[in-house]
Structures are given as C-alpha cells and as structure tokens.
C-alpha cells in the first residue's frame, strides 16, 4: 500500500496545529469583510514588524495570484519579464503570468537555478526602442526552483544593477522561509534589505493553510494595487481566515521552527539515501530539496510507495521534498526501501 507520507511537495503536508487553531479562534461572530478586519489589520501589523512599517501588505488565495498579481502591478503589456528557465512564473503556472500581465517572459538558462547580473546583462536592450519589449522586472526565486539559495550579496548584486536600469526586481518567496533559515538570517534580511521591490510571501509550503502575502518595500508601487488584485480575482471577502495563518507564522517564530525542521530533514535524507550505491545527490541541499540520480528500475517501485516527482526523465533526476511535518522515521522507511532496491 502507498505510504501517503511521501516527497513529492511541502504542500503536501497538512496544516500546522498553531495555524488551525488560529483559523478556529477567529471563527467566531461576525466581521467585516474584504480585510476590514481586526484580524487582518493584526496581521499586517505583525508583518510590517518584520519587513518594514511602511510594507504595503495585499493578501491573496495562492502562489500563482501572488506571483501574477504582484508583476501585473509592477508592469504594462509592452515590458518583459527576466526569469529562470526553471522559474515557476516559466514552467509551473500555465502562462498565466504572460496571460494576465500581457508581457514577455524572457527565460535565461542558469547554473543551480539562479540568475547572475552576466546573464542578464544580454536581455537588458532595446530601450526606448518601440518596435522591442522593454525590460521592466526581473524576477528571482527563494529558495529557487532547484532547491538552491541565492546568498543576501548575490541578490544585492543584481538589485543594484536592476535599479540601475530603470527596473524593479521581483522575487517569489514560496520557500522564503527556508532560505532565511538556510542563511541563518531575518526574513527582512533577504527581502527588503537586499533590494527587493516586490514580494510573494509564501505561507502555504511552511505549514499554513492556503493563501499568500504580497508585499511591497518600494513607495509608490501600491497606488493601482487594490484596483488590480480585485480586477484579478483575488480580493478574499473573508479575508481574515488568511490573514490569521501569517499572524500565526509570524508569532513565537512558527515560521522559524517550520522551516528549520524542514531544512533539517533535507539534509538527513541527503546524507542517508547519498551514502547508498547507484544514488547520486545533484544538486545543493540548501533548504528542503533533495534532487537525485537513481537507477530507472527504481523510480516506479519507489514511487509506488512514496510518491515523488520526476525532475528529468531522461537523466533520471527525481525531487525529493521534505516539510514541517516530515519525521526520521518517513526518511528512514523510504531509504531502507531505496537500499533494498538498490
């Protein structure tokens, strides 16, 4: 029978208890809707605490919104979106960050995921010229797509050479987490103090519930938002069942906790399944991804017990992702049935 504890996504796991019970304390009575909440401004409040007093904080129901809605208001239909080849906003939301925000996505071959200012360089061209997109954002992903973490003088780097140019720099923060436990440094650290302009705030893959934050560092971004976050769709009218997930995450460092634990069991797994022969750990385990070479016989009856994504067919790379809820034990199961097969 299928183990249903496997590794194929953090979103698989279930909700954190501190997070369901803060869902349920707020279930009471009635309150205004469309975040004009005391929960919801309790929560911006704990937000700002950790990013800013003048964060602009804009609530959404998932990842893609937060991505899409977040470059939408960052851009018109003429500009040109600078991504990873591997970046979800290219390869996991069905184009609709081109759909939606009318630009070009211009994606750039990269080594373990992330972008360096050399490979933008090239793709920064055409300016004033109407017959060319015109480079507007670029976007980076922290943790990235391939379980790598950009360190806080690597984003530095491109956000000065972005803002050199007349641009903004956009960054999905879906594991964001999990690179700031990996770097041993605030949240703030890696966002806001880095260069950022824009954030997707990931809650879902540290433990919450559904829902995402998109926050703002850089003034003047926020004037259309409203306009734009209702026109996409994602103003929730019971919006404090989201915000209380990110008051909870923020409160006795959940959010710490969550991801260190995550990371942790990474980095366990990582060292048990590499020390079996005809396995292959590819890439750096910086937060809670483990990608690894293994044998094709493999795949199936391992993914038969434990699902798990396959990252590269024809290399054999497949993803194992771990989470706040992730126990020794699932590792020690699932890698005493890699070793039997093996």
Known sequence: MKNTRGFASDNNAGVHPEIMAAIQNCNSGHEVGYGDDPYTRKAEEQINLFFGQDTEVFFVFNGTAANVVGLRNMTQSYNSIICAESAHIQEDECGAPEMFTGCKLIPLETHQGKLTVESIIPHVKGIGFEHHSQPRVVSITQATELGTVYSTAEIRTIADYVHSKNMLLHMDGARIANAAVSLGISLRETTRDAGVDVLSFGGTKNGAMYGEAILLFTPGLSSAFKYIRKQSMQLASKMRYIAVQFEALLTNDLWLRNASHANAMARILAEKAGNIPGVEITRPVDANGV????????????????????????????????????????????????????
């Open 291 to 342: 990608f690894a070479v293994i044998p094709e016989r493999m795949i199936v009856p391992l993914q038969d017990e434990f699902f798990f994504y396959i990252w590269d067919e024809k290399a054999h790379e497949v993803r194992w992702m771990t989470s706040w809820d992730t126990t020794e034990q699932d590792i020690d199961k699932f890698v005493h049935l890699i070793r039997s097969l093996a």
